[in-house]
């Protein structure tokens, strides 16, 4: 079976639209999924950016926020924008690592990105998220515990290094197997026939 | 019928891909179009930037290419980037509005992005346009003697900044009688079913 990875950060709206589907839509095209959270942040402070391009560009923040409206609305998907905007999203990261080994990362993310835009979630907040892995059945003291540990810290700094090195500049993207790059949430079709060489 | 507002720039790339299909789509959906070229350099020139995003930012430019790449070939369109990029829209946004009041903006259009992406046609050329227009069989000597009049040059500038007043920062861009904004090719479809009151 191809495998597609999976590029996403917590922190973004676009994001939540894949992680909330992409699980059913490569069931469906028959491809599996590699997990892959990362921080935009150090690809924006690259760029000379110091926050979302959303917030230093006004006029594409205004459409980004009516876009996700509309597009939540038409696929049932609650949405509130999350205050303040971007959340920092380096503990839920972490923790997905540590649920990549464990196999519940996609669980985890869903149940993240839904409280961070229905409920508003302060992703930043490390009871917040220990009450999201509770509410999964998993150990949240002892997970919580890890996520400030060296090598938890490193293997995220080396997972946005590596979207860097890939070319990601935004997200959510998919890679494929012979490299090829997709941007956004409007793409993940044309990826997943790419990963079949369908593309 | 209703109607759609069709923003787009010369120079941009994505234009390109809703200029070559957006009269079927729209004839298709029962929506009339008004085709509306505006400049993206004076709304760049606002947010501080001095040329394309896609040349401040390399990452997101490289991806842009092999995307437009990857659009085209899948669509059957030629694709050469121009150079140098992006090329100066104004004389062929000026002969637009010319055409608009009398009927053949769309053709010339398609005909000016078409040349320019497939054979590498100078917009700033200003014979190459007349060459474009002579082949659509209207009177390039009396065209072009106009695009420099005052009349014609405040008619684009009061374009660019209703599109700026519209909320609009990139191209292509749709915007519908009820004033709803929509961004990028792959919203098109969306844009025409808004327009439809199915949105």
Known sequence: MPTLEFWYEYASTYSYLSVMRIEEAARVARVALRWRPFLLGPIFNAQGWDTSPFN????????????????????GLPFRPPSPFPQNGLYAARLTLLGAEEGWAPRFS??????????????????AL??????????????????????VKSALK??????????????????????????????????????????
């Open 56 to 75: 230093l560009f006004p006029e594409k923040g205004a459409y980004m926020w009516r876009d996700m409206d509309r597009l939540c609305q038409a696929r």
């Open 110 to 127: 869903r149940a993240v990105f839904t409280a961070q835009f229905a409920h508003g979630l302060q992703l930043a907040n490390k009871q």
């Open 130 to 151: 220990g009450n999201s892995l509770e509410a999964l059945g998993l150990d949240s003291k002892a997970l919580l515990a890890r996520i400030d540990e060296p090598d």
């Open 158 to 199: 080396a997972q946005t290094e590596q979207a860097q090195g890939l070319g990601i500049f935004g997200a959510p993207s998919f890679v494929t197997e012979d490299g090829e790059l997709f941007w956004g949430d409007d793409r993940l079709e044309q990826a997943l026939l790419w990963a079949k060489g369908e593309g």
